[in-house]
């Protein structure tokens, strides 16, 4: 992400750019930048150790195989982190189509069901061109994706299912987000991506 920044001491103004995918990243770069600057670094310093970022492994990591572009994000999920990694799928050029991969959200509480919902519908308002949902509540957030109008929806109750539908799905110029908790284990899915042809 490229940003503009137009800060107090002009030295600090200026663009910058974060190696990490999702406009929500530009505001904890932006926190990043002022935390920085309060240590007495400049905007070089700052410009190049943003520019240097790299995700970790499954947060947001982007990466190509077979011709397939693959938004990985299956370590960790939440309703407001979910919806980011959509947007960010929505906000890639591609050739070939949009698909997503959503997992169980986990540890939700009695706010699951509602979370699963809302991702759902945001699927669907953002104008994913498949959405496969995968999980104990998988029901849920493909009910309400359909319900908000997506009608490409297949709903997998294990991971194990998943990962040959979405291998058979997916063709050269696609761009796949893999979104979950770590207990969807939506890795095997990356894992196949990977490997097979």
């Not at 030295?11 to 932006?30: D, F, I, K």
């Not at 938004?71 to 960790?76: H, P, S, T």
């Not at 061109?129 to 009608?151: E, N, P, Y």
Request: hydrophobic residues 50%; contains cysteine; charged residues 25%.
């Amino acid at each position: 992400m490229t940003f503009q920044v137009d800060a107090p001491a002009a030295a600090l103004s200026g663009e910058y750019r974060v190696n990490l995918l999702g406009r929500h990243q530009v505001l904890n770069a932006l926190l990043a930048v002022a935390v920085g600057a309060e240590l007495g670094l400049g905007g070089s310093e700052l410009r190049a150790g943003l520019a240097s970022c790299q995700p970790p492994k499954m947060r947001l990591q982007f990466w190509e195989a077979n011709g397939v572009r693959v938004l990985d994000d299956a370590y960790n999920a939440n309703a407001d982190s979910t919806m980011a990694a959509l947007e960010a799928l929505c906000d890639l050029p591609l050739q070939g189509r949009r698909v997503a991969v959503l997992g169980d959200m986990g540890e939700l509480g009695a706010h699951s069901e509602a979370a699963h919902e809302e991702v759902g519908r945001r699927a669907a308002e953002l104008g994913v061109g498949q959405l496969f949902t995968v999980g104990k509540m998988s029901a849920a957030t493909a009910k309400a994706a359909r319900a908000a109008g997506l009608t490409r929806v297949i709903e997998f109750a294990d991971v194990e299912a998943a990962v040959k539908a979405v291998k058979n799905f997916v063709k050269p110029g696609d761009v796949v987000l893999l979104k979950a908790s770590r207990a969807s284990r939506l890795e095997r899915i990356a894992e196949t991506l990977k490997t097979e042809k």
